[in-house]
């Protein structure tokens, strides 16, 4: 059959079918060495795995961390309106804690490229990842501390309601719906077990 009896989809799957076959004849026949051969298995070996899930973590670490920067700006520009010298001393509190929350998400979410910059080239990537994974946790956990705190601030300064508490618990509430209990409810449901 040609291309177009195909469709393009399976022009794609018979070219990918193609070049792993080429891969395998080129390797001897047969998986390559040190790759995970199993049915769901990218076929990759160790360091084309920590490439690969540095590379995941790169993109993720872009999208929070624009978020950090546009927050921490707002939240910097704060301090020099003439609205900040009329808050209470419970409000400037709260300022002073989401502002230092910002910073220290920040330097979770920096940190991962500062580490892949100072241990790079020593042949310890797969470790890199690891650490960097735990700082971009860390980032996240910090972010929803940041994100809470500066929503109680302005619900606090916009109203006096008595359901500010409530807002902010309803809005807690689907960070850690969105953010940890949907993944790890996907994680522990979905997935696949390897065989070693």
Same mark, same amino acid.
């Given at each position: 059959?040609?291309?177009?009896?195909?469709?393009? $989809?399976?022009?794609? =799957?018979? &070219?990918?079918?193609?070049?792993? *076959?080429? /891969?395998?004849? +080129? !390797?001897?026949?047969?998986?390559?060495?040190?790759?995970?051969? $199993?049915?769901?298995? =990218?076929? &990759?070996?160790?360091?084309?795995? *920590?490439? /690969?899930?540095? +590379? !995941?973590?790169?993109?993720?670490?872009?999208?929070?961390?624009? $978020?950090?920067?546009?927050?921490?700006?707002?939240?910097?520009?704060?301090?020099?309106?003439?609205?900040?010298?009329?808050?209470?001393?419970?409000?400037?509190?709260?300022?002073?804690?989401?502002?230092?929350?910002?910073?220290?998400?920040?330097?979770?979410?920096?940190?991962?490229?500062?580490?892949?910059?100072?241990?790079?080239?020593?042949?310890?990537?797969?470790?890199?990842?690891?650490?960097?994974?735990?700082?971009?946790?860390?980032?996240?956990?910090?972010?929803?501390?940041?994100?809470?705190?500066?929503?109680?601030?302005?619900?606090?300064?916009?109203?006096?309601?008595?359901?500010?508490?409530?807002?902010?618990?309803?809005?807690?509430?689907?960070?850690?719906?969105?953010?940890?209990?949907?993944?790890?409810?996907?994680?522990?449901?979905?997935?696949?077990?390897?065989?070693?």
């Amino acid at each position: 059959m040609t291309d177009r009896e195909h469709g393009h $989809g399976e022009t794609v =799957r018979v &070219e990918e079918d193609r070049r792993g *076959a080429e /891969r395998s004849s +080129q !390797d001897g026949g047969g998986p390559r060495p040190g790759t995970d051969d $199993g049915p769901r298995g =990218r076929q &990759e070996t160790p360091d084309e795995r *920590a490439d /690969r899930q540095w +590379q !995941d973590l790169l993109q993720e670490i872009r999208v929070v961390q624009t $978020g950090v920067q546009i927050l921490l700006g707002f939240l910097l520009t704060v301090v020099f309106t003439p609205r900040y010298a009329e808050l209470g001393p419970t409000d400037e509190a709260i300022y002073v804690l989401t502002v230092v929350l910002g910073f220290l998400t920040a330097g979770a979410l920096i940190g991962p490229v500062s580490f892949h910059r100072i241990v790079s080239g020593r042949q310890i990537k797969h470790k890199a990842v690891d650490w960097a994974s735990r700082l971009t946790f860390t980032g996240i956990l910090l972010l929803v501390a940041t994100l809470t705190s500066a929503l109680v601030l302005i619900l606090r300064v916009a109203t006096d309601n008595e359901f500010v508490p409530w807002l902010v618990g309803g809005v807690l509430a689907w960070y850690l719906l969105c953010w940890f209990a949907l993944p790890f409810w996907a994680r522990a449901r979905h997935t696949v077990q390897r065989e070693d």
